[in-house]
């Protein structure tokens, strides 16, 4: 077994209704189930209580807030942590924010990177901007519950079949996906790069055939919690592409949040728009954001703005690293790609 680690956090929602579609009766038996799709060069750790933990919507969610933070903390000051992968998003992290050292990172000894998206658009963008650290925004792996079977449900329906083969479809690949997922983790943090690849469709502004262009943001309503806060410098825009996505939202919302956007002067600031997957059930709302856009992007310039369906509440979804430069580049017509040189994440 190696000496390095990868270790797993569950700071947000319950992991425990995976539990049982992956196959396993407990947060030991998930540990496992990672070890053996990892293999012999990670060792992978976890607390299996905050694995394990309830979730309480009606009572504040999560009662483990000292404790959730100081799981992650931990794990960012280990320099035998080479990677640390969120679970799943969903709720109850970006109120522990303020528990968190971040100053931890500065003095490890070499990178850590933080794998996840939703809820942790927070702290992958914070640790992303900070000394050794590394954020990549890619799914949670129990998110493949959710993922596989929308999936496969849209591809039903739209073939006439209807949406009921989703659920059995999605339990068929969940392993083998699950297993994929982290043999990605193990390639990216080894310098390996990824399988798994962005590509975009310009429909606003323009874009040379190459550039490049550093990345910050991701979830849109978590995102906006950030604005005015302490960690604001870390999805500052300023000179850089801003992601966003976001799912199960009504468009009125979705405009407010841009509208905060606007109201900070967000569009003046930043070097692009890339707009990920949003939805809402089995509706793609890609449309209607993109008919918000008029609305607030300034009419003194002419913002490139790239749409992509590979990141986001998705499956597949494709990993975009966050606060380093990476290549965009035209494939055909409007079709760009969005990609990075593999050595330049590794971290081991």
Not at 144 to 149: E, M, P, R
Request: proline share 5%; aromatic share 8%.
């Amino acid at each position: 077994m190696g000496d390095r680690r990868i270790h797993l956090i569950a700071p947000a929602a319950s992991c425990r209704p995976f539990f049982a579609a992956i196959g396993v009766g407990s947060a030991g038996g998930l540990i496992e189930l990672v070890q053996a799709a990892v293999g012999p060069r990670f060792r992978v750790t976890g607390d299996e209580s905050l694995i394990d933990a309830e979730e309480k919507e009606h009572t504040g969610g999560r009662s483990d807030d000292r404790r959730r933070a100081e799981d992650i903390e931990s794990a960012l000051a280990d320099s035998g942590v080479a990677a640390v992968v969120a679970l799943r998003g969903g709720a109850w992290l970006t109120r522990i924010l303020p528990r968190i050292d971040f100053s931890v990172l500065d003095r490890r000894g070499g990178p850590v990177a933080v794998f996840g998206f939703s809820e942790l658009t927070t702290l992958v963008n914070i640790v992303g901007g900070r000394g050794y650290g590394l954020g990549i925004y890619d799914m949670g792996p129990a998110f493949l519950t959710y993922g596989l079977n929308r999936h496969a449900s849209l591809a039903a329906m739209t073939s006439g079949g209807g949406g009921a083969s989703g659920k059995g479809w999605m339990l068929e690949r969940l392993r083998p996906e699950f297993t994929a997922f982290f043999q990605d983790v193990v390639a990216i943090i080894e310098g390996r790069g990824t399988r798994r690849s962005i590509t975009a469709r310009l429909v606003g502004g323009e874009l040379p055939p190459r550039s490049e262009g550093m990345f910050v943001g991701g979830n849109l309503t978590v995102l906006s919690t950030l604005l005015g806060s302490p960690y604001a410098t870390y999805v500052d825009p300023a000179g850089r592409w801003l992601l966003l996505e976001d799912f199960n939202d009504k468009i009125e919302r979705i405009d407010r949040f841009l509208a905060h956007l606007t109201l900070a002067g967000w569009w003046e600031r930043c070097a692009g728009l890339l707009l990920g997957d949003f939805h809402k059930g089995y509706d793609d709302q890609a449309s209607e954001v993109q008919a918000l856009l008029p609305y607030h992007l300034p009419e003194t310039r002419s913002l490139p703005v790239l749409v992509t369906a590979d990141v986001g509440h998705v499956w597949p979804m494709a990993p975009l690293p966050l606060h380093r430069m990476l290549s965009i580049e035209c494939r055909e017509g409007v079709a760009y790609s969005i990609a990075w040189p593999a050595g330049d994440l590794g971290c081991v």
